[in-house]
Antibody, heavy 118, light 113 residues
Framework: EVQLVESGGGLVKPGESLRLSCAASGFSFSSYSMNWVRQAPGKGLEWVASISGSSTYIWYADSVKGRFTISRDNAKNSLYLQMSSLRVEDTAVYYC???????????WGQGALVTVSS | QSALTQPPSASGSPGQSVTISCTGTSSDIGAYNYVSWYHQHPGKAPKLLIYEVSKRPSGVPDRFSGSKSGNTASLTVSGLQAEDEADYHCSSYAGRNAVSNILFGGGTRLTVL
């Protein structure tokens, strides 16, 4: 059974940093691209970043480029999102999702809440 | 404002069919057959319903179907059931050079009357 479990969410002040982790199990982690997708309270989904299975290719939404860094450790079956210079508008539930070559996400974690507030 | 446009709400009675639209541009929905649909129950993670415009993952009932015409994609839910009440999100690939490689709509709240 595919499982994705996010951790590391919490309350931070504007300008601070936070690192999210996603532990994957039940599939060959290194064979799949992975995505981070977020959802602000009461809003729709927003793609944040993607990373290929071997970390060769990495893409970011313009809204986070230069502030967020996606990475993975295939030996640990783990995905990460390092978030710096956080803004109030980054407040959201952050989902880790398994990606595909056709840009869809077929499995999602339960989400990690990140709140940026002074 | 979301990149893809969905109606904020839709509704139907049990047993009826409902179609939800998702409008993009010639650079996203119109350019690629990489449209996907998800539903999301309150407090839960999204779940994949449709990928590559009209394909269903195993386990998704055939009551859910997808299509595309030009820059607009559609999701039809036939034989509405109470458990279909949820938020529905469309998504499309927008290319490597886009502001966002993957776009989502703002979501449609489906109410089963």
């Amino acid at each position: 059974e595919v499982q994705l479990v996010e951790s590391g969410g919490g309350l931070v002040k504007p300008g601070e940093s936070l690192r999210l982790s996603c532990a994957a199990s039940g599939f060959s982690f290194s064979s799949y691209s992975m995505n981070w997708v977020r959802q602000a309270p009461g809003k729709g989904l927003e793609w944040v970043a993607s990373i290929s299975g071997s970390s060769t290719y990495i893409w970011y939404a313009d809204s986070v480029k230069g502030r967020f860094t996606i990475s993975r450790d295939n030996a640990k079956n783990s995905l990460y999102l390092q978030m710096s210079s956080l803004r109030v508008e980054d407040t959201a539930v952050y989902y880790c999702a398994r990606g595909s070559s056709s840009a869809y996400s077929d499995y999602w974690g339960q989400g990690a809440l990140v709140t940026v507030s002074s | 404002q979301s990149a893809l446009t969905q109606p904020p709400s839709a509704s139907g009675s049990p047993g009826q069919s409902v179609t939800i639209s998702c409008t993009g541009t010639s650079s996203d929905i119109g350019a690629y057959n990489y449209v996907s649909w998800y539903h999301q129950h309150p407090g839960k993670a999204p779940k994949l319903l449709i990928y590559e415009v009209s394909k269903r993952p195993s386990g998704v009932p055939d009551r859910f179907s997808g299509s595309k015409s030009g820059n607009t994609a559609s999701l039809t839910v036939s034989g509405l059931q109470a458990e279909d009440e949820a938020d529905y999100h469309c998504s499309s690939y927008a290319g490597r050079n886009a502001v966002s490689n993957i776009l989502f709509g703002g979501g449609t709240r489906l109410t089963v009357l």
